[in-house]
Structure formats: C-alpha cells, structure tokens
C-alpha cells in the first residue's frame, strides 16, 4: 500500500515540450507540497495546496502549474520544458497546516534534452 | 529570513558513532526536523525535536539547542545501510513549509 505515489518514476523529454507529473496520497492527509531536488541534492518548495486550495506558491516560473482535483491529489503541469528543469521531483503530503513532518512520495527523475 | 547550514559529506567506520551538525537561523522557530534520504529514494522521517534537550530513538539521536540555533544527529553502531544523505530542515510560518539544508551525505565504510 504505497501512501504518496508518483507517475511517472522517470520522464525523458525534449526542450520546449510539455509534461505532467501525477501524485496521489492515500493518507488521508489534506496538505500537499511538489518539491524540487537538484543536481546538488538541496530540496525547495514549489508549491503547496490545502483542501485544494492553493497556499504556497514560492518563485517559480509561471509555465509550472499545479492542479490539485481533489485533496488526496496533486498534479504538476509543466510547458515548454526547459534544460534547467532537469531534476527529481517530489510530491509530500501532511496532515493539516500547522502539523509537522511529511510523507514523500518516491519520487520523478525529469530528464530534458 | 532562514538558513540552514550542515556539512557537505562525512565518512565514518561501521560499528563507530558519527554526529552531524546543523545550525539554522529563522524567523520564528517551530521545531527542526532530521530525515534520511538513501540515494535515489524519498527523504524518510527520523526525528523531529521542539524543545532543548536530547531525543534518544534507538540508534538515533536528536539534540537540540535554540538558544544556539544548533542541532544535531547523533548515529550510534553504525552500518552500512545507513549510508545516506541526511537532510535537516525546520518549519517556516504557519503553514507547514519546510525549510531544508543540502544535506549531509555519510558515507560509513567497513
């Protein structure tokens, strides 16, 4: 039973295409955060959405664009993909906004050439 | 503003004790958090101190100081599985947004 799943694991794409990454969380937990890892292994927050209502949105170029359908998912738009957005990316889900410590999901290695 | 600082890399020996540092300055504090990250998995949980004092869960220790803005990870008989990257992070605000150094990456040999 995976709690915070991710699809895909692994996505190899051109430049200038656009992809999705899927998070799903069967915790019952109703905050969820895309984070991005990169080359030199530092996390940062993207994003964030609470009961499907956006509640972090940290500097990132507007052709990223989360969608949350409902508060157990947390999908990552993003177009005209770029060299530097080569990177892991993580979905994370917690229980309420003010409670502490999160559930990673596994992981997507996004890959532009 | 928030910072957070830990070494890059560490090596220790199996069976030895290491301890990783981290020291950390924000504005406002609601805890830090220790969590694992083996290399191509997510950041796993370890430990998660408020107040001062030394948090004891099996191999693994947790210590905090706010008054120092310090803490650290305290891993006791080491083994080779716990060759990892070890990420501190503290909360920022009120909604629950974490705030993570670039990690340490332990290496343990035989």
């Known amino acids: 039973d995976t709690a915070v799943s991710q699809t895909p694991k692994y996505l190899v794409t051109q430049m200038g295409n656009d992809k999705s990454i899927k998070c799903e969380q069967n915790l019952g937990h109703d905050t969820m955060y895309w984070y991005k890892q990169d080359s030199k292994k530092f996390l940062k927050i993207m994003f964030s959405?609470?009961?499907?209502?956006?509640?972090i949105n940290e500097t990132v170029p507007n052709r990223f664009s989360p969608k949350s359908p409902d508060k157990a998912h947390l999908n990552l738009h993003i177009n005209s993909l770029e060299l530097g957005d080569s990177a892991v990316y993580f979905c994370a889900s917690s229980h309420g906004t003010e409670s502490w410590g999160y559930t990673f999901g596994s992981g997507t290695r996004l890959t532009v050439v | 503003g928030q910072n957070i600082d830990q070494p890059t890399e560490m090596t220790a020996t199996e069976g030895a004790i290491v301890q990783i540092n981290c020291t950390y300055q924000t504005s406002g504090f609601n805890g830090l958090f220790w969590y694992q990250q083996h290399a191509g998995e997510a950041p796993t949980f370890l430990s998660y101190n408020v107040l001062d004092g030394l948090e004891e869960k099996g191999r693994f220790s947790s210590f905090l100081s706010r008054s120092k803005g310090y803490s650290y990870l305290l891993l006791k008989e080491l083994q080779m599985k716990d060759s990892a990257s070890y990420l501190c992070?503290?909360?920022?605000?009120?909604?629950?947004?974490?705030?993570f150094g670039a990690g340490t990456r332990l290496a343990v040999h035989p």
């Open positions: 959405y609470n009961n499907k209502e956006l509640i």
């Open positions: 992070a503290a909360p920022l605000g009120g909604y629950n947004k974490l705030i």
